[in-house]
C-alpha cells in the first residue's frame, strides 16, 4: 500500500478532517497548534492519502534549543497522530514517516503520545480489560526502535464519563458521598455561574493558589490568559465559577472540541471547602458539557499507578466519586537516531534543570 503525505494550511479543511477521523483531542486541534507557535514551535499540519481519502493526520510542533551550550531540534505530536489504529498496515507506515522525518530534520528526538488504550479500569481490580490492539502497538514500537518516554508530557491516564444518559441517571450513577457533597453544596448556599474574559485574571490568581498549596509549577499569567482567551474566543472553552456571597471560591475551565468536554484547568482558593465547592462545579461542568452537545466528559488525568503514594492521589479520591471508566493510554514515546544526544537529554539536562530551580527557590 502506498499513501501520499500532504500539508493542511486551512482551519476548516483540518478540523474537518479530525471530524472524519473521529478525533476529539484538543491538543490535535488547529487552535492548540496556533497557541503553541506564539511561544515557539513551528507547526506542520501532515495528513496521510489513499486516492485523496484521509486516512491518518498528525500536527507536529518543533522548536530548536539551546542549553548548557547544547542545540537541540525537539519534535512532537501532542496526543497523536490521529488514525485507525486497528489498521495494522497504516499504522506501521505512519510510524515509519514519523521516523523518517526525524532523521531529515536531523531531530534529537520525536516524541508521539497518542490516545491509544493499552487497557480500561484499575489494574488488578475486578474491571480491569486490557486491550489488544494497544498492547500490539507497545511491542511494535519497541521492535521499531522507539522508546518509551522518561519525559510523559501529558496525563498517561485519565477518566472518562460517557454523557449520552439522561441528566438524572447520570447523578444516580455517581458514588452515594458524592450525590450528597453536591446536594450538600447547593444547599450552603453556593452557586455557580459562566465566567468571561473579565474572570480571567482572577481565575489566574486562583490557580497560583492552588500551585503553591499543592506543589506543582505553572507558567506565567500571560500564557494562561492567552491559552483560556484563545479558546474562548473560538468556542472551545467555558469558565465555570462557584461563589459564595458574590466571592468566587474556585473555578474550571472546560474545554470543547468534537463530541468531548475535557476538565483542563481547575483551581481553588482553598476557602470554604467544607461547603464542598469542587463537586457542585464537577456538576455543573458535566450539566453543561451534556447541555452543549458533548457525549463524553474526560477528568483529564488519573494516577499512573493506583497507589496513595502517587501524587495524582487526592485528586483520584475526588474524582473516582463520578464513577467514569479509567482509560489507561499508551503514554509518550520517542525516537531518535542520536544516543548520545538523546541519553543527554532525555538523563543529564533535566537533572541539571532540577538543581538550578531548586537553588533559584
Known amino acids: ?71 537541540a531540534k ?21 510510524m515509519d514517516d514519523l521516523r523518517r522525518m526525524a532523521i531529515r530534520e536531523n531531530a534529537v528526538f520525536i516524541k508521539i503520545d497518542p490516545y491509544v488504550p493499552v487497557g480500561y479500569g484499575v489494574v488488578a481490580n475486578h474491571n480491569d480489560k486490557p486491550d489488544d490492539v494497544g498492547l500490539e502497538l507497545v511491542d511494535e514500537l519497541t521492535q521499531s526502535g522507539w522508546k518509551e518516554s522518561k519525559q510523559q508530557i501529558q496525563f498517561r491516564n485519565t477518566m472518562v464519563l460517557d ?16 450525590r450528597y457533597n453536591i446536594r450538600l453544596a447547593s444547599r450552603k448556599g453556593l452557586e455557580v455561574r459562566d465566567g468571561t474574559s473579565a474572570d480571567l485574571n482572577l ?41 459564595i456571597d458574590d466571592e468566587v471560591i474556585a473555578a474550571v475551565v472546560m474545554t470543547i472540541f468534537g463530541e468531548c468536554a475535557t476538565y483542563m484547568y481547575g483551581m481553588s482558593s482553598g476557602q470554604h471547602t467544607e461547603k464542598m465547592p469542587n463537586y457542585l462545579l464537577q456538576w455543573e461542568s458535566i450539566v453543561r458539557a451534556k447541555a452543549s452537545g458533548c ?28 464513577k467514569g471508566d479509567v482509560v489507561r493510554t499508551l503514554g509518550a514515546w520517542d525516537f531518535s537516531f542520536k544516543r548520545f544526544g538523546y541519553w543527554l537529554y532525555a538523563n543529564v539536562i533535566p537533572g541539571l534543570l532540577s538543581i538550578m530551580q531548586m537553588r533559584g527557590r
Not at 466528559?297 to 485528586?315: A, H, N, R
Request: charged share 20%; aromatic share 14%; no cysteine.
Open 295 to 322: 457525549t463524553s466528559y474526560d477528568f483529564w488525568g488519573v494516577p499512573e499507578v493506583f497507589v496513595d503514594s502517587d501524587p495524582l492521589w487526592g485528586v483520584w479520591r475526588f474524582k473516582a466519586g463520578f
Open 74 to 94: 525537539i519534535m512532537y505530536v501532542p496526543r497523536g497522530p490521529v488514525l485507525d489504529w486497528n489498521n495494522p498496515i497504516l499504522r506501521k507506515h505512519v
Open 1 to 71: 500500500m502506498i499513501y501520499t503525505v500532504r500539508s493542511v494550511n486551512a482551519k476548516e479543511e483540518w478540523h474537518k478532517i479530525l471530524s472524519v477521523l473521529h478525533a476529539n483531542q484538543i491538543l490535535q486541534s488547529w487552535d492548540w497548534g496556533e497557541i503553541k507557535n506564539r511561544y515557539g514551535w513551528d507547526l506542520e499540519r501532515i495528513v496521510w492519502e489513499d486516492h485523496q481519502t484521509v486516512l491518518a493526520a498528525a500536527q507536529i510542533l518543533t522548536r530548536s534549543e539551546i542549553r548548557f551550550g547544547i542545540k
Open 163 to 178: 454523557l449520552t444518559s439522561e441528566e438524572s441517571e447520570l447523578l444516580s450513577s455517581f458514588s452515594q458521598k458524592t
Open 203 to 243: 481565575l489566574y490568581g486562583l490557580y497560583e493558589s492552588t500551585s503553591t498549596r499543592n506543589g506543582f509549577p505553572i507558567r506565567p499569567r500571560k500564557y494562561y490568559l492567552d491559552v483560556w482567551q484563545s479558546f474562548m474566543e473560538a468556542g472551545m472553552a467555558q469558565p465555570l465559577v462557584v461563589t
